[in-house]
């Protein structure tokens, strides 16, 4: 009885071995094209790195105005040269998001129903564009606007002048920190949706936490954001607009949701 039991129990592991081996060997291609995706765009972006730079850098020569010549700073040999690095591999991975978002579906897609799948696909494509748009507030009004707040602090006229000169790496790393901060919270709606979808929450339970909500987002818009509080107002308040335009979506799906049972409880059974 006892070597009946091992036995059957033996074949239910041989039984998992495969598939769990398929699976494995699913991700790692789909690794691989992702890295892939990758590494062409890092080549590319680092041919082009000087030009990407100098395009990141238009957010301070408009705070500065016309007429007045920017100037920038690096205080060790190598530390443009690995400026040039970190932001090839952000620009190669900004170009690669399309790719990695197609394989991380095509990983879950099998284990998903048919309608799971078609309510899916769009959210991949509104991740990348909400990214893609906290980008761009970024680039055109939170950076302009941060920058000329730091540009306002300068000391000139008197018997000790202070002026700007910003470095090169601590530059990107307040664009990027920006970029990535407000791309993450642009999600916010992507996320809500997703969970209402599946039924999790309701647009009535968003409403209820709506002052949980605005703390939390502040918080995380204090972690994510770099250490002053207009950068931090900055990012909080597109990402309560945002909850509130996630109410709204929230409200959308339940209706649709709640009419597609209703629907399905009345078809009668064949």
């Keep these: 009885m006892q070597e009946s039991v091992n036995r059957e129990g033996h074949d239910e592991i041989e039984a998992s071995k495969a598939p769990l081996m398929d699976h494995l060997i699913e991700l790692r291609q789909r690794m691989i094209y992702a890295l892939s995706g990758i590494g062409v765009g890092f080549i590319i972006c680092f041919a082009f790195a000087t030009n990407i730079y100098n395009l ?36 190669a991975v900004f170009l690669a998001f399309p790719l990695i978002a197609y394989q991380i579906y095509k990983f879950v897609a099998p284990g998903l129903y048919r309608n799971e799948r078609q309510a899916f696909r769009p959210y991949l494509l509104w991740t990348f564009v909400l990214f893609i748009l906290g980008a761009l507030v970024v680039f055109f009004i939170v950076m302009p606007l941060a920058m000329r707040f730091f540009l306002s602090m300068e000391q000139t006229g008197g018997q000790v002048e202070i002026h700007l000169q910003a470095r090169v790496s601590e530059y990107l790393s307040l664009i990027m920190t920006l970029i990535l901060g407000f791309g993450i919270m642009f999600q916010l709606p992507v996320l809500l949706t997703l969970l209402a979808q599946a039924g999790i929450i309701s647009v009535q339970n968003l409403k209820d936490f709506r002052r949980y909500a605005i703390v939390a987002i502040t918080a995380v818009a204090g972690i994510l954001s770099p250490p002053d509080p207009f950068s931090m107002m900055a990012m909080a308040l597109p990402t309560i607009l945002l909850y509130e335009a996630a109410i709204y979506a929230v409200g959308r799906v339940e209706k649709a949701r709640l009419a597609k049972e209703a629907a399905a409880a009345q078809t009668p059974a064949a």
Excluded: C, D, Q, S
């Design 56 to 91: 990141l850098v238009l957010p301070y020569v408009w705070a500065r105005g016309e007429g007045h010549k920017i100037e920038m700073i690096y205080t060790a040999p190598h530390e443009f040269f690995f400026t040039k690095l970190k932001l090839a591999l952000f620009g």
